[in-house]
């Protein structure tokens, strides 16, 4: 239950409002403003504001002075050179602000994408809520023994409920030791500052997080990924429904160029090569190492 | 004279239009939006798109769920508080988009604040128009005497003619000869991204220029400045003039802690508190050099 | 304790090297490269590789084909005019690259300055170290109850130990059940990327962390000041005093220029002239709100 | 002739010396240090420092105390592994600084890479030298009649001692009014800032231009690439050699991964496992337009 129903009301009454504005407006955006995504047991993304559309793309690739007598289509077909021909600044000129509930241990990964502008509440000036972040059953994951970062078969029975009890009860005994040591109950009470240190990495925080269309893509490629963990990638999978409403146009031409596009090495792309004109490659002859050779075969077998 | 005939009606039928919008309105920028502001002899600046207003600095730097019910009072004195404690994020959660023509040489400048997204006019893909940056009389100024990258006096007279003729002379000159290299006209005529190369830096170019709040106003500071080149300091002047109409509380907390602020290095600040204890201080016993006394003494006398 | 026998072995041999180069050698920098100089209880930062010194930022603002023959004289004169006027280019021509050891919360606060590169330790593959900061006693401080964000006093007695307890004793729970919930003995072993979630913010991390001069001295000057989180001030001095010994004029143009410097507003450098031409200016004549004018009050009495 | 006899004096006396360090060095770019790499007919690239090497980005990487007993042969595994997943947090650990001399229409296009640290010889400051880009014979390309901006064919006879004409002349008189405005015989001249509007944009300007790897590899991938303009690819081949020279397994996994790889839209894989299935694919049943098809056939066939 990640909102309060404080919480809820402040953002029906942000929703019944309403004013007249003269910029570009993105309908399937508005839409979606303000409204709480749920992610995870108490996260949720939201956004707070956004500027552009899939025009304004269009609009400063041309460096234009109005919104143009263009068609769609033309648009669209800009839009995919665009992004095929990796030109980013047009895709700079729209900009979305996001309000994001998260665990710690999620946030520390996300701020590794510098180019944003992020306030988050501050455990230094403020209290902290009792909320912490506890798998689901069916992502309390193993090791995997193939990948150092990577998980591999689900616990099960016994193992998995010791495991859901040391999380549930070390969150909880660290929370009330925190607020035992900030209490002013008989004592001064410890600086906030100080007492948050007790914190696990599961407890949630907030933040606002603001950034361009450019960038955002770059963050969604990475972390909307099969490779990143779980849970941010399903933040990632939140924000990538609600791009695909936001921009369509962009959003489709990211998924063809970026998400689903692969990548090949000059390796790969001479082993493709030779096997169309019916040769038969193999690792020793591709000049892929071995473990090239299989993320190569992987996607082409 | 900056716009054309269709470029004016363009713009006539953007402001013409409005839409609903949910997100945060600021109606002085709604007043502006779209409308050429004209700076030096055919550029100008004007608002394409804007994110934000004064109570979304105070939202984000709350990271609070609604707009909340403090009064505008409490966001200006909150606003104030992060100006003068270099507070810089929550003005990052502004964002604008302009649309500038100007001079080359004045672009050069520009383009050097780099936390902004530009989409230039390309030379490369289209041919530039005919229009050159002309001094006004007023501001054919001699090399200063003192200062290496300064102005003096304005020239008079003839000598003042005959550097309006050269430069207009050329100018004139140039373009014919960049056309004549383009013309296909009984030849192959010489690629764009070479012809460009015969045209002068008072040559008007254009570009969509988009960044947030903060930076803006670092950008503002430097150029609006009265060390700035007068050619880039009328544009900011123009920009601050909208912007105070945008973020009313934002800007005069900008003006009276950055704009109209002053700087005290330590031993400056030392040498006030000497004299306001009845103490004479002289460059000798300041610790100060004779230049940065000078500095000093033109502002405490 | 924070190095093994085997890390202080690995510096000592990088210390008992050295290759003849034909860059910029700052000798005060040598001297310091690879030792790494304690910080808290567990933690140390250490620089690892630098580029540039006080003769390469005169170098770049003159661009300038070698090294000159311009005194030294002439060269501390030319940072300190930079300095002054706030020219940033020229300061980030020098690099540093350091390793740094922290606990969490710290490098949370840290990571805010985007200008940097970073590569931390990371958790989702690797298992981190049964390292945790438990602040020394005389650290041990009470919420402010002027400011939300800042320490009073120091807790005393049994409120002290309790603290103390109560930390080390959750630090060394939730290290015992990551222990567990990571173990193969018997069981699967739960994947690192989901263990780690159950460590607190006061474990110790590593990264190696590079910035280039201008932007450190902007961390230093918000980070080395008296309102920055003790824990992370205490890294930003032993900085100060690495970067002293690197670029000694440049660090000392900072402190003169900024470190120790003094910025009055529009409303504080009119009450400061009015001040020395005799007049007695209070909150309610100085256009000042109560808490600037205890601020400025506290500067000049 | 880029360079006066002072200047080689000046470089030669900074490859005379040479001091012990106990940093990195990298032999190979020692060996290109302060050398002038000439570019154009007037222009160069020289390196003026640098920080890091091959396994300064393994070291990054693994966040490791030392430079580690790690075989080279592991190094370049590593290396190749972090490009091919595109890992760009270590790349970034290295940094350079370059010299460059170029014409003012390159260095508009070389500044739009932000990510980069730039000192400029300020012509607001300063008077320009007498030297403009003019094409060599070769190099006097047509229009492309199916690119934009693209050359076609090479100018021949007339047409192009017409153009060489018009270029040598323009670039000479603006240069001498440029010098007739700024003369201060007999007359005040006119500001520097002013006067230096008059100059085309094949002058050149030179500058101090500082990266890191990752930052100057994403440089090199655009400007290095063919469809970039020749004269700003002539210096990102020149710098491809040199950074091929600093950290040669970082160069190489470049080129295999990036420079020489092949990128794959959604739809151009399906087509080629169609293809390797036996199938016959066509644009119409291809879902690609007719532009990227083109694109995908002159890779494919």
Redesign the interface.
């Known amino acids: 239950m990640p ?1 309060s129903p ?2 809820k009301a ?2 029906e ?3 019944a ?9 993105s309908p399937g955006m ?1 839409a979606r ?2 409204t709480a995504h749920e992610v995870l047991d108490h996260g949720f993304v939201r956004v ?5 559309d899939d025009a ?1 793309i269009c ?3 041309r ?1 234009s ?3 143009g007598t263009r068609s769609v289509q033309n648009d669209e ?1 800009l839009i ?2 665009l992004m ?1 021909h ?1 030109h980013s ?2 895709f ?2 729209c ?1 979305v ?1 996001f ?1 994001v509930k998260l ?3 999620v946030a ?1 990964q996300w ?2 994408h ?2 944003a ?6 455990a ?3 209290i902290l809520d009792r909320e912490f ?1 506890i ?1 689901a059953p069916e ?6 023994t193939q990948n ?6 689900v ?1 099960q029975g016994e ?1 998995a409920q010791r ?1 859901l009890d ?2 549930r009860d ?1 969150a909880m ?2 929370y009330d ?1 925190y607020e ?3 209490s ?1 109950d008989g ?8 007492a ?7 407890i949630y925080t ?3 997080w ?1 950034t ?1 269309l450019h960038n955002l893509l770059h963050f969604l490629r ?1 972390r909307a990924d099969a490779h990143a ?1 779980y849970e941010i990638r399903v933040y990632a999978e939140v924000m990538c429904e609600i791009v695909a409403d936001w921009v369509p146009a962009a959003f489709a031409a990211f ?3 970026r ?11 001479a082993a ?2 030779r ?2 004109a019916g040769e038969v490659v193999t690792q020793e002859n591709s000049g892929m ?1 071995a ?2 050779w299989r ?1 190569f075969q992987e ?3």
Not at 48 to 52: E, H, K, L, N, P
Not at 187 to 194: K, P, T, Y
Not at 196 to 202: E, G, H, I, K, Q
């Open positions: 909102l404080e919480q402040e953002i009454s942000q929703r409002g309403g004013e007249r504005t003269l910029r570009a407006v508005e403003l303000y707070i504001d956004y500027m552009g304004a609009q400063a690739a460096v002075y109005g919104r077909g995919r050179y095929r990796w600044t047009p700079e000129m900009e602000k309000h665990p710690v241990f520390r701020i590794r510098r180019m502008n992020v306030n988050e509440y501050s230094r000036y403020s972040y798998p992502q309390l994951a193993a090791q995997s150092n970062q990577g998980r591999g078969d616990l193992e495991v040391l999380l070390d005994r660290s030791h035992a040591m900030l002013q004592q001064q009470g410890l600086a906030r500052e100080l948050r240190m007790n914190l696990p990495a599961n907030q933040w606002y603001k361009d990475l963990q998924r063809d160029y998400m689903d596009a692969v990548s090949l090495s000059a390796q790969g792309a493709l090569k096997r169309l190492g473990r090239e993320e996607v082409w077998g």
